[in-house]
Structure formats: C-alpha cells, structure tokens
C-alpha cells in the first residue's frame, strides 16, 4: 500500500496559531520600535537632562526593535522546516521527513490519532507514549504530541491504516 501523504502547511492555521500569534507580537514590537525610534530623534530645544532621556528612550527603542526582528527571524527559522517537511503514514507507522532527516514512530509508540475537520479535509493529530523524535523538525509542538498534517477528503483511508489491534485509539470527526 502506497503511504498517504498529509501536507503539514495546511495544519498552520489552526496547529499553529500560538507561534502565529507570537510572530504578530514581535512584528508589531519590531513596527514600534522603529517609529519611536525614528520619531524619537530630530533637533529640539531641551534640557540636558530631558535630551538625555530622548536619547535613551530612542535607543532602548531601537534595542527592542533589533531583538524583536532577531526573535521573529528565529521563530520563523524554526518552524520552516516543519512546514517544508512532510507526514507519510505507512503500515510500519508514522514517516517524519524534514530539514533533511527523516524519523518513523511506529505504530507500538502511538497512543491515539486524531482527526478533525477542516477545509474539504481532515487534520491529524498523533499523541504518542515515548517522547517523539526530534531530528525531523517537528516545529513547536509537544514533545508527546502533534498536528502532522492535513489529508483531503474523508478519513477513511487514515483510519485503515491506523493499527487498533496495537491499541491505538483512532478518534474520527465528532459529529
């Protein structure tokens, strides 16, 4: 049996919307840091001591700025490999492949799969019994759970090839 494919930039939205949000904040840090910083600065006629305090405003502004951009280039820098890698699921298990590696959990390790509706499809989510393999770049997620990926169509193929005679518990759409 060929393995199904499950493509993983599909589960971004709803799998990912903390690391989302996350990268909205940082944006925006980054967005107000450089305006007051920007706007901060220019020839005005103050005190010492209040030119003092502009000036170390406009830097710590710009300080927050940097390291936000910084932060922002690494959550992105983390979480692309997850989206570019891809989810087989196979007879012997679940296929990682990302960031050039490749790691299978095995239908012994799998405690229960998941699926949920979504967009003409389903979204999968696995829970494991053994931490999950970290070389095939599973993003930020749980180290005993995650979104794999979206299949299209029903779950009927997913859910024959999950091995319940292993115990593993295939919960299909609530509905």
């Known amino acids: 049996m060929p393995p199904l494919v499950l493509r993983r930039a599909r589960a971004l939205h709803r799998s990912h919307r903390g690391t989302l949000l996350l990268l909205a904040v940082l944006l925006v ?11 901060g600065g220019g020839d005005r006629d103050l005190p010492a001591f209040l030119e003092a ?18 932060a922002a280039v690494a959550l992105v820098a983390l ?4 989206l570019t890698g891809s989810t087989e699921v196979t007879d012997r298990g679940i296929l990682l492949r990302g960031g050039g590696h490749e790691a299978t959990v095995g239908w012994f390790d799998v405690d229960e799969l998941r699926a949920v509706p979504s967009a003409g499809g389903h979204l ?11 070389r095939p770049r599973l993003g930020l997620q749980g180290r005993r759970e995650a979104w794999l990926g979206w299949h299209p169509g029903g779950d ?17 759409p609530q509905g």
């Open 156 to 172: 009927a193929p997913v859910a024959a090839v999950a091995r319940a005679h292993l115990g593993v518990k295939y919960r299909g």
């Open 53 to 70: 305090v502009t000036t170390g405003l406009r830097w710590a502004w710009t300080v927050l700025a940097v390291l936000s951009a910084a």
């Open 79 to 82: 979480e692309l490999p997850w």
């Open 124 to 134: 999968y989510h696995v829970r494991t019994g053994v931490p999950m393999p970290q």
């Open 29 to 39: 840090l980054v967005a107000c840091g450089v305006v007051a910083a920007v706007l």
